[in-house]
């Protein structure tokens, strides 16, 4: 006899947001500013996946306050957590395992220079302004992840559904059942983040990259360190090019930042366009702490957190058509991130004051939602990212050094403005090449001191899911996996994710990808790079994945 479930109850609201990331958190603020400095009533619901704000956040984090002080320009009397501003920048091109170039600031692209900038826990920020949020009378939801697109008959956005909870992993509800809840919204702002389950859903139905470029994307991989107050220096940044990644062909960056109370972050990014299946990027970062220049800080420290996310990189050339009919699509969720500042932050920020802006106008009777991509092209952060809009693709089609040499002048003799528009067409998961022209990578074991395990990283992420539930790791073609990835590629979902997810095992004499997703950190490395598009990233139940406390 089939169980009768319980039907979805809905809920109408003025807006709704996806995610509590500083963009979402943005526009729900300045929506309610707005509503207050016009007497006008408006119910505004942010919906947010993690188990609590802050949860899922994860970032270098060097923060520009510039959108904060549009947003609230007295914030260091509200004792936003902005503590070290950035006294000091170091950049190195690291030659090898052992020597290191410390490179001029003359000779470094102007907007990668920091004054006036913090070094931040993101995740504090994010909880402060969702304190802010609740006390204009915003009503924030952490544990609700937003699973599914409403859509009204004549195909417009109605709003969206929270997720189902009380199934098993066979599919079939359990005895604690509850269906996910519906809510009804004049206007949807989708603020997920990077590589967003719906944005990504809105991008393909609604075409909005058909006059874009081929977005690109990047794994950020983080720790956070307590290390000996006598090698601390709260305000130094430090960043780098070359190795390790340049060794086996890739590229990406690293970074390390003193916060206050002798905290470092420290982490590396490696773009998700290399070639070598064998890569790990995980592996890498392990064996960069060894480097003179990163290890003379972390000797004789702690490493007390993990994480670890992917990043939009592609910047305005591939940025897709922001809005949608009663929707918009914000911050990295679109892809706002100004990838030659390195920070996302700040424009994800200004993303949200401008939907806000246009939602807000819009709810008035005062002008069509589509005027919003007018206020974006007229605002400073489409200055910004226009300035910067070959800086990503001319290091993935010059290399490290031309591509850098022609950034230099790019930016520091033409402010952004030479005359060319380059393009990288090729997306990151067919940039993949069969694992027969390589050699494997013989990472050297981690020492237990500076280089760890993905198993006690993970641990440190505090990630949790409930085990009896549907695989949130959603395979197209379950065979693929093992008559292409495996065969051809060598299995690199071993490899490109940084949590453990991924493992071929052997059964019955053959081999067989098994899904631990119960380790997943959301980072949506595998949505990303799967070299045959065969793994979809979807939410999985309540406030599942990672919780991290300072990152």
Request: glycine fraction near 10%; charge should be negative.
């Amino acid at each position: 006899m089939t169980q009768e479930l319980p039907e979805r109850e809905s809920m109408e609201v003025d807006v709704v947001v996806v995610g509590a990331g500083p963009a979402g958190l943005a526009t729900a603020c300045r929506l309610m500013q707005l509503a207050t400095e016009n007497g006008r009533e408006l119910s505004v619901v942010v919906l947010e996946k993690g188990s609590e704000v802050g949860a899922h956040i994860l970032s270098g984090a060097l923060f520009e306050p510039r959108a904060l002080n549009e947003l609230f320009p007295d914030w260091k009397d509200m004792e936003a957590p902005l503590n070290t501003p950035v006294t000091r920048d170091q950049v190195y091109l690291f030659k090898n395992a052992s020597r290191a170039s410390r490179m001029p600031l003359w000779m470094v692209p102007k907007p990668m220079h920091n004054e006036g900038n913090y070094i931040i826990s993101l995740g504090e920020l994010c909880r402060w302004l969702a304190q802010q949020a609740e006390n204009l009378g915003v009503e924030i939801y952490p544990g609700f992840p937003a699973s599914e697109v409403l859509y009204h008959e004549d195909g417009s956005i109605k709003g969206v559904a929270t997720g189902e909870m009380g199934r098993g992993a066979d599919g079939q509800p359990k005895d604690s059942y509850e269906p996910g809840m519906e809510l009804h919204a004049a206007v949807t702002v989708f603020a997920e983040g990077c590589r967003g389950h719906l944005g990504k859903e809105l991008i393909r139905k609604f075409e909005l990259d058909r006059s874009a470029q081929t977005q690109h994307y990047g794994i950020g991989i983080k720790e956070l360190w307590k290390i000996d107050s006598s090698r601390h220096e709260a305000g130094l940044v430090v960043h780098g090019g070359g190795w390790p990644l340049s060794e086996h062909g890739a590229s990406g960056g690293s970074f390390l930042y003193h916060l206050g109370d002798d905290l470092v972050s420290m982490g590396l990014i490696t773009d998700l366009g290399y070639a070598n299946p064998y890569i790990s990027p995980f592996d890498e970062l392990q064996r960069f702490k060894h480097h003179p220049v990163i290890r003379q800080y972390l000797e004789g420290g702690e490493r007390i957190a993990y994480g670890a996310r992917a990043i939009t990189k592609g910047g305005l050339n591939a940025l897709p058509k922001m809005t949608l009919p009663n929707a918009l699509l914000i911050g990295c969720d679109a892809g706002t991130l100004n990838f030659s500042k390195i920070k996302g932050s700040h424009t994800a920020m200004k993303s949200g004051l401008l939907a806000a802006e246009s939602v807000f106008r819009f709810l008035q009777g005062e002008s069509a939602l589509d005027d919003f991509e007018h206020h974006f092209k007229s605002s400073w952060l489409y200055q910004e990212l226009h300035r910067s809009r070959n800086f990503g693709a001319a290091l993935h089609k010059f290399g490290v050094w031309m591509g850098g040499a022609y950034n230099y002048m790019d930016q520091n003799w033409f402010s952004g403005k030479m005359p060319f528009k380059l393009s990288d067409p090729v997306p990151d998961h067919e940039s993949l090449q069969e694992a027969e022209r390589f050699q494997p990578i013989d990472y050297p074991k981690p020492d237990g001191v500076l280089s760890f395990d993905k198993t006690s990283s993970v641990f440190l992420s505090s990630t949790n899911h409930e085990e009896d539930q549907p695989v949130h790791l959603c395979l197209a073609e379950p065979s693929r996996a093992v008559e292409w990835n495996l065969s051809r590629y060598a299995g690199p979902e071993e490899r490109f994710c940084p949590a453990g997810v991924y493992e071929f095992v052997d059964e019955d004499g053959s081999k067989r990808l098994q899904i631990n997703a119960q380790n997943c950190v959301h980072c949506k490395t595998c949505d990303i790079k799967d070299p045959t598009g065969n793994i979809n990233w979807v939410t999985p139940e309540g406030a599942g994945g990672p919780n991290y406390a300072n990152m």
